[in-house]
C-alpha cells in the first residue's frame, strides 16, 4: 500500500484490494486510499482489506485534501493510537473499523487547525482510553457522524481539555451511537472564540460502568464555555449511563454563552437526567 500511496498522483485514487496488510502507513500527500467501504451503515465491507502495523499508528496523515474509506484499521493491542492525522485540511475517514489501540482516531500534540474534517460511519471499538480524541480544535468545521463507538476504556469521544480547547470552531456531532465506554460517552471542555458545539440524534448509553467501585460518570460531561460561544442538545438519546445523563459546567465557567437543550430523551441514568451549572 505504501508504494502506491508514495507512487500515485497528487490527487489520486490508490485502490487496495481484499487482503491482509501488514503495514504502517504515511501519507504525506493529497490522495483518496479506498479499500471496500460497503454498502450502508458503519463499518466497512465484510471483504474489505485488513492492515495491521508493527505498534501504532497505523496510518499517520500529514497532509490535507485526504480521504481514507473502507479498511479494518487492526492496533492489536498496541499503546498508541491506530490513526494519527496531524495535517487536517479536508481529511476525511469514513467507512472503516478502527480497533486495538490506545486511542482509535487522535488529533493533538500540538494546535491543528484545519479547513474542514469528516470523521463519518466508522466503528471505533475497544480502543485502552479513548474512541476519538481531539486535543486541540482551532478555526475550522469538525464533523462527527454516524459513527459507533464502543469499548473504550475512558471515554468514548473526547473533544479537547488540558491546554486544548475548541476556539473559532463549529463541531457537529450527529447521529452517532456512543455506548458502553468505561467512563463518560462525550466528554467537552474549553468551548470558546465564538465556536459552536452541537449534539443532534446521538444515542448515548450504557457509559461509565468500568470505573472503580462507587464511581460513576455521566453520558455527556461539558465544561468552561466561554464568550459567545453555543452548545445545543437536540433530539439525543441519553440513557442508561452509571452518573448524570448530561454534566455541564460543574467545575468550570460558562460565561456569557448560549445553551439549548431540546427534544432530547434523558432516562434511567444512575444520576440526575439534565445537572447544569451557571
Known sequence: ?????????IGGTVNVASGEYEENLEISRDLNLL???????????????????DGCPIITIESGNVTVSGFFIDGDGCGDPVVRITGAENVTITDNDIAGG???????????????LTISDNRVTDNGNYGIYFDRISDGELTISHNVVTGS???????????????????????????NNSRVGVYADRVE????????HNTINGNGEGGGE????????????????????RDNTISNNSGQGAYVCSE?????STMTFEGNTVEGNGG????IYS
Open 252 to 256: 468550570g465557567e460558562c460565561s456569557s
Open 214 to 233: 462507587g464511581d460513576s460518570y455521566a453520558g455527556v460531561y461539558i465544561n468552561n464555555v466561554f464568550g459567545s460561544s453555543t452548545v445545543a442538545f
Open 153 to 179: 476504556g475512558a471515554a468514548g469521544i473526547y473533544l479537547s481539555g488540558g491546554s486544548g480547547g475548541i476556539s473559532s470552531s463549529t463541531v457537529s456531532l450527529i447521529d452517532n451511537t456512543v455506548s
Open 272 to 275: 440526575s437526567g439534565l445537572e
Open 35 to 53: 479499500g471496500d467501504p460497503g454498502a450502508g451503515g458503519a463499518g466497512p465491507a465484510e471483504e474489505a482489506p485488513v492492515v495491521v502495523g
Open 193 to 200: 472564540g465564538a465556536s459552536t458545539l452541537n449534539l443532534t
Open 1 to 9: 500500500i505504501q508504494a502506491g500511496i508514495d507512487s500515485v498522483p
Open 102 to 116: 490506545d486511542t482509535g482516531i487522535y488529533t493533538g500534540g500540538s494546535e491543528v487547525s484545519f479547513s474542514e
